[in-house]
């Protein structure tokens, strides 16, 4: 690792974790956080958790599997520029969508609706969650047991009703303080891959076109590009080198505009980090470009109306499951019918959101599906 500069988290300023334990033998302490995640039976269901195509639509669209890995390359590369903790921010990368549910944002707000009676669902605080109860792989805690920081990188934002039953956690949405450079970033690395990749998929999907995305600046300019580079380039690669460009040109902007901010803050340490304003973040122009491309990718993606289609049904599958379950609930396997008595509905929302797309749908065919003669 890149000797880290006076403000990135170490092992030295970090404030541990709740169960003390032994420092790990031949690895940092983030580093063993990467690696209970990557063990993690939530981390292997991401392989089967939607992006934005549903799980079985096709082998090469992303999931939350290859997505994570994408958005932990990506910021491990500028942790490195920035002299930042790598570890820290490939375990806030690889867990951050730990407790999202089956069907993407789809399945997220049909569990919200179902649950606001009962609290509501926040995916981000469903990470938390995971890593901090659900998880039952050890003899001295549940959960994984993660340091302080890494905990904090995946609590990206949270409702006001949910800050106080977060603890030590919750702090600084009350004090309005900054978490971590290397939590800042991993948000930015997740920007940087979601919206470039969704191009991708997109345009193999053939939901959007081409044509379309020359509308948008930061393509067509990067296109353009390549075009005179390869004039004989087929479409596909084309893509492929049009994005890669994309992608090179966000993180060289992110790595020279968060170095001039640092600069300017003068930070003297971590606690300069957390009463800093935001650090990390794009040039105002290529900001600019991506709300522009993120506008693009709503208003032709994700509202296309495959799209819509497949998030209706998902929306129809959460909310039968969700209602069926709360109705009936020895409908739930035998230990969330135990967890229910202790938690009620929550039990509910943990058995659903950890669901894969998969499951989800062979869940809704046991349930209501009538064989036949």
Do not use: W
Request: aromatic share 8%; proline share 2%.
């Amino acid at each position: 690792m890149t000797d880290l500069a006076i403000y990135a988290v170490s092992a030295n300023n970090s404030r541990g974790r709740v169960i003390p334990e032994a420092a790990p033998a031949g690895r940092s302490e983030f580093q063993r956080d990467r690696d209970r995640i990557i063990h993690s039976s939530a981390f292997r269901r991401l392989e089967y958790k939607t992006q934005v195509f549903v799980n079985h639509e096709g082998d090469l669209f992303r999931t939350r599997l290859t997505h994570s890995l994408e958005v932990a390359q990506i910021g491990r590369s500028i942790a490195r520029n920035l002299r930042l903790n790598e570890d820290l921010v490939e375990a806030i990368s690889l867990a951050h969508d730990l407790g999202h549910t089956p069907f993407g944002h789809a399945g997220q707000d049909a569990l919200n609706d179902c649950m606001k009676e009962h609290g509501g669902f926040e995916h981000n605080l469903q990470s938390l969650r995971v890593v901090d109860v659900l998880e039952e792989r050890y003899a001295a805690f549940d959960g994984l047991n993660l340091c302080h920081e890494t905990r904090e990188g995946i609590l990206k934002h949270v409702a006001k009703k949910n800050i106080a039953r977060l603890g030590d956690l919750g702090e600084r949405f009350l004090q309005h303080r900054r978490p971590s450079l290397e939590a800042q970033l991993a948000n930015f690395s997740d920007e940087i891959a979601y919206n470039n990749h969704d191009v991708d998929d997109g345009l193999r999907s053939g939901l959007i076109t081409l044509e379309q995305m020359e509308s948008v600046s930061i393509f067509s300019r990067h296109l353009g590009q390549v075009r005179n580079q390869h004039p004989k380039l087929t479409q596909r690669r084309m893509v492929y080198e049009t994005v890669r460009s994309m992608i090179n040109t966000l993180v060289t902007d992110l790595i020279q505009h968060s170095t001039t901010n640092i600069q300017r803050a003068g930070l003297d340490g971590l606690a300069a980090v957390h009463a800093a304003p935001p650090l990390i973040g794009f040039s105002q122009e290529i900001k600019s470009e991506q709300q522009e491309l993120k506008k693009f990718l709503y208003d032709n993606l994700y509202r296309h109306y495959r799209v819509v289609r497949m998030n209706n049904k998902a929306r129809h599958t959460i909310e039968h499951l969700f209602q069926a379950f709360t109705t009936e609930v020895r409908l739930l396997p035998t230990e969330y019918q135990h967890k229910f008595r202790q938690e009620g509905h929550q039990a509910i929302a943990d058995y659903i959101a950890g669901m894969t797309d998969r499951y989800a749908i062979k869940e809704y065919q046991r349930l209501f599906a009538i064989a036949e003669s």
